[in-house]
């Protein structure tokens, strides 16, 4: 029988970058493109940092020096993790074997839409 889900090895190694399997692809899908994708990826990315920033309050100076030292890394991290969703979302799709494209079908569904509400709305099509 195989696994239609991760175990807890390959899930971890999953979220470093390795990639499943091929009978675990709707898992990558939904994990990829499903609802609450966006809020995974950036928690994959922003908290693991956490740890490791909290080391610049460990420098002997006051506590507001330490804290504008992280904001420094993190402020960054934040901006380039928000920009960088899409593109990681498609690398992630293709390297699991899937379709690019369906890193934007959901705004591919609301687009046609909003073509079919707007020709109905103006007697076209």
Do not use: K, N
């Not at 990315?45 to 804290?67: E, I, N, T």
């Not at 899409?86 to 799709?93: A, F, I, N, P, S």
């Not at 074997?97 to 020709?119: N, S, T, V």
């Amino acid at each position: 029988m195989t696994r239609t889900t991760p175990t807890l090895w390959q899930r971890l190694r999953y979220l470093t970058g390795a990639t499943l399997p091929p009978s675990m692809s709707d898992w990558v899908l939904a994990d990829l493109t499903g609802p609450g994708a966006t809020r995974r990826y950036l928690l994959r990315f922003l908290v693991p940092v956490l740890p490791v920033l909290c080391l610049f309050l460990l420098v002997p100076g006051p506590l507001w020096m330490g804290l504008s030292m992280m904001a420094l890394l993190y402020i960054p991290l934040i901006y380039f993790t928000v920009a960088l969703t899409y593109v990681y979302r498609r690398h992630r799709l293709v390297s699991h074997g899937l379709d690019p494209a369906l890193a934007d079908a959901e705004e591919q569904a609301r687009a046609e839409a909003e073509r079919a509400a707007y020709e109905a709305r103006h007697q076209r099509g």
